[in-house]
């Protein structure tokens, strides 16, 4: 979260259209707001602090949320990655990339390792992520109880309070129709044993990437004008019944290009007669994994080829 | 004399489950009710009468701690604090004593359930708010409530909006016992109902009153439900107490003209 | 001090100076005056038949005894728990006690919730005082079969039934329960003669158990039957003029 200078906004050539922008897109006026917002946040873990959200050059439901965020902490020096759902080469994931790359002159990766700032829409990367890296998470509905309980006054009491017994409602109704708690993403936790989080709409697998993190997480929500984040090292527990315990989600499969057993899979549909192969969500971990030599059934040599050429 | 001496040490015997003194509420010029006492003891279904715009809901929200009063005190024998007046209870402390002590069924069933969770759910929540994390146990609770209820127990797992408005006041009823409440608030919990549905549904709530040795407040403007659910009577005018008694009492020997008005008024068949 | 049978008990009704009139307010304040200065004791083991014109005000002066009316002057003072308690002054707390456990009142209407059964109906005195449901349910068969009510009529509610059968579920409503104090107002008014020889049997049973009993017979067998002393309420008559 380095303060950044002005510098780079003022060594854009004096007439590209990117001097009319302040380094990193927001105004200093918003940035110091949203920044004020994220202490807050890092230091009531959960809680949902109340920003002033701006319009952002994207529509709601786009990521305003974690652009603001991104907007308001990145400085020159550091290094962007930007995925949706686990991958850096979809529509979306490029052009917010693309859009900090020259909004903040930053340089971006596609390697989780190397990045100090990952926004992401519904994952967590699967390498585990270090001491100094901010994650960055786009958030569609803060609040956990909203399908509950639809008036805000009763759930900010509800948290005030600590009254969370409403949450179970939806897990019981789960263990009611599919006799087991079936929700896959976006799965209630409780935050430093404190407040009722909702950890944005990644799938429960992620879930234990959560507990005791080296890295800072944040969560935005734009729409919703709700910044809070979990700091690292925080107790982070998912919530479940005493005969229903928490259960991630688990594949006979393994992945078909590189053979990895323990990262989260996307079913891909191949043709009409039921043919599918399961993949890596995470991209840069599979190429990462098949360019260590893993091969998984469906990874043939003119594929490596192709990812070969693409990375020269 | 001795005889009301001992009278007096019998009546004082059991402690009162809820005092209300001087219990006033304005709404700017407007008079919701005014000047409010009585006690309740453990057990005892009381019975508040009086046309619409009487004051009795304006009275029900007081006593149930969702409405300030302007004065009075409103003191109840909360398991966790003993008698205390609700209101000198920390918003956090007095929403726990609600969850705790108190059941509220409301006459219209979609104030009081959850339409968007399954009737076994909504019967179970109370459970959960109050710290229950077993699934099992609580769907067993669940399940037994919903038999005493006498609902179809093939439709636990539907939605309430799927039920018959006697069959989604049952699931309130069960929602609203189901934690062993002390007190339970029922504003005309048979006001929207049929006939016949009604008669069953008196029966029920009298006899799980009866079992479960609860008191009870029940709101209500006609006369046959409150003779045949209510131990005793408040009747009400323009926000003020105009006639207090035992319920046969109030009903066959009313004393104040408006009492003697409504009780005339009502239709014989 | 009227006679009383079982001398040395002392008495298990007392009413002294009781007065009662009504005020209709809503037919210009008129006050119906019923009766003044009226005493009576009961002892246990007596039953004290009302006698009088009809409207002279027997059931009147009988409702005021149980609390049913609210008495306008004098006091009635009712055994309960061996201490006499004042009805027109007790709380409604205590005079629900006192009806619990120690005064009963059989009318000639049977109340109750519409679509209960009969026998729900008879066991639900016992089950108010925390009477075990099977001994209560024995005791209402026993008690229902010496009423001939036909026993296919015992899991039906009672909206249905014939005067007679009403009345029959009614008395066995009140006779599950052995009150000391009775009040019997017109108890055998729709019952035939074989029906109301039980009747008066079960009152015998219950004043030979020590029952203090008053009652309103229109029946002059049965009241000859089971009356210890004859009450005339036409003597304490109120004037139009005392009761302004």
């Excluded at chain 1, 990655?81 to 529509?91: E, F, P, S, Y």
Aim: contains cysteine; negative net charge.
């Amino acid at each position: 979260m380095n303060a950044q200078s002005n510098d780079a906004a003022l060594t854009a050539t004096s007439n590209s259209p990117e001097r009319y922008y302040t380094y990193g897109y927001l105004d200093e006026q918003t940035k110091r707001m949203i920044r004020r917002a994220i202490l807050k946040a890092v230091a009531i873990p959960g809680y949902q602090v109340p920003f002033g959200s701006r319009e952002m050059p994207v529509p709601y439901g786009w990521g305003t949320g974690g652009i603001q965020l991104t907007a308001a902490i990145i400085g020159p020096d550091d290094v962007y990655k930007c995925i949706d759902q686990g991958a850096d080469d979809t529509t979306n994931a490029v052009s917010i990339r693309r859009f900090f790359a020259k909004v903040a002159d930053v340089a971006t990766t596609e390697d989780t390792a190397e990045a100090t700032i990952i926004q992401s829409r519904h994952r967590i990367p699967e390498h585990p992520l270090k001491d100094g890296q901010i994650m960055v998470f786009q958030v569609p509905q803060p609040e956990p109880l909203r399908g509950l309980e639809p008036r805000e006054m009763e759930t900010r009491a509800m948290h005030a309070y600590e009254e969370y017994g409403l949450q179970y409602v939806s897990l019981y109704e789960n263990v009611s129709a599919f006799g087991r708690i079936a929700a896959t993403a976006g799965y209630p936790v409780m935050v430093d044993e404190r407040y009722l989080m909702s950890p944005s709409p990644i799938p429960k697998f992620d879930n234990p990437k959560l507990h005791n993190s080296q890295a800072l997480m944040l969560f935005g929500a734009g729409r919703e004008k709700r910044i809070y984040a979990i700091p690292p090292h925080t107790t982070v527990r998912s919530l479940d019944f005493e005969d229903y315990p928490f259960e991630t989600q688990k594949w006979e499969e393994s992945c078909a290009l590189c053979a990895a057993d323990d990262s989260y899979l996307d079913e891909v549909v191949l043709d009409d007669q039921g043919q599918r192969m399961f993949v890596c969500s995470d991209s840069h971990y599979c190429s990462d994994r098949r360019a260590q030599g893993l091969r998984g059934p469906m990874a043939g040599h003119e594929l490596v080829d192709i990812d070969k050429d693409a990375g020269q | 004399m001795t005889m009301t001496a001992h009278q007096e040490t019998i009546d004082q015997a059991d402690q009162p489950l809820l005092r209300v003194r001087g219990l006033s509420k304005h709404y700017g010029m407007i008079t919701g009710c005014r000047d409010v006492s009585f006690e309740m003891r453990p057990g005892e279904v009381l019975g508040i009468v009086g046309e619409s715009g009487s004051g009795k809901t304006t009275l029900l929200n007081c006593l149930s701690g969702r409405l300030p009063p302007s004065q009075g005190r409103v003191e109840f024998n909360a398991s966790r604090h003993g008698l205390v007046d609700i209101y000198d209870l920390s918003e956090p402390d007095r929403r726990r004593m609600q969850r705790e002590d108190w059941g509220f069924v409301h006459q219209n069933p979609r104030d009081g359930l959850r339409m968007r969770v399954s009737g076994g759910a909504n019967v179970a929540e109370p459970l959960m708010n109050l710290g229950r994390r077993h699934y099992g146990d609580m769907r067993q609770a669940s399940l037994d409530w919903l038999n005493r209820v006498e609902l179809d127990l093939s439709r636990i797992d539907d939605k309430p909006r799927t039920y018959s408005g006697g069959m989604q006041q049952r699931v309130q009823i069960a929602r609203n016992l189901i934690h062993a409440p002390r007190l339970v608030f029922m504003d005309e919990p048979t006001g929207g109902l049929d006939v016949s549905v009604q008669a069953r549904l008196l029966d029920l709530m009298r006899e799980l009153v009866r079992d479960l040795g609860l008191a009870a407040i029940l709101v209500t403007h006609d006369m046959a439900v409150a003779r045949l659910m209510a131990d005793r009577l408040m009747v009400m005018k323009s926000g003020a107490v105009v006639e207090t008694g035992l319920t046969d009492q109030v009903l066959d020997d009313p004393q104040h003209p408006y009492t003697q008005l409504l009780v005339s008024s009502v239709l014989q068949i | 001090m009227q006679q009383s049978k079982h001398n040395g008990h002392a008495p298990s009704i007392r009413v002294t100076n009781l007065k009662k009139q009504f005020t209709l307010h809503n037919q210009g304040s008129i006050e119906i005056p019923v009766f003044e200065s009226l005493n009576l004791e009961v002892a246990p083991g007596e039953c004290v038949v009302f006698v009088g014109d009809s409207g002279i005000g027997k059931s009147t002066l009988m409702r005021t005894i149980y609390g049913n009316y609210l008495a306008s002057g004098g006091c009635v003072e009712v055994q309960h728990d061996g201490a006499y308690v004042d009805i027109t002054k007790a709380s409604p707390h205590m005079v629900a006690a006192v009806r619990r456990r120690s005064m009963g009142y059989v009318s000639q209407f049977l109340r109750v919730i519409p679509r209960i059964s009969t026998i729900d109906l008879v066991i639900e005195p016992l089950l108010g005082n925390g009477v075990d449901p099977e001994e209560a349910r024995s005791r209402a068969v026993s008690l229902l079969r010496s009423l001939r009510l036909p026993e296919a009529l015992w899991s039906l509610p009672p909206a249905t039934f014939s005067g007679g059968e009403q009345q029959r579920v009614n008395i066995a409503r009140s006779f599950i329960r052995e009150y000391p104090v009775l009040l019997l107002d017109e108890p055998t008014a729709s019952l035939d003669a074989t029906n109301r020889e039980t009747v008066v049997a079960l009152i015998k049973a219950a004043l030979d158990k020590g029952a203090a009993m008053i009652g309103i017979f229109h029946d002059q067998d049965v009241r000859d039957a089971v009356a210890t002393r004859h009450f005339d309420v036409s003597s304490f008559k109120m004037d139009m003029e005392s009761a302004a």
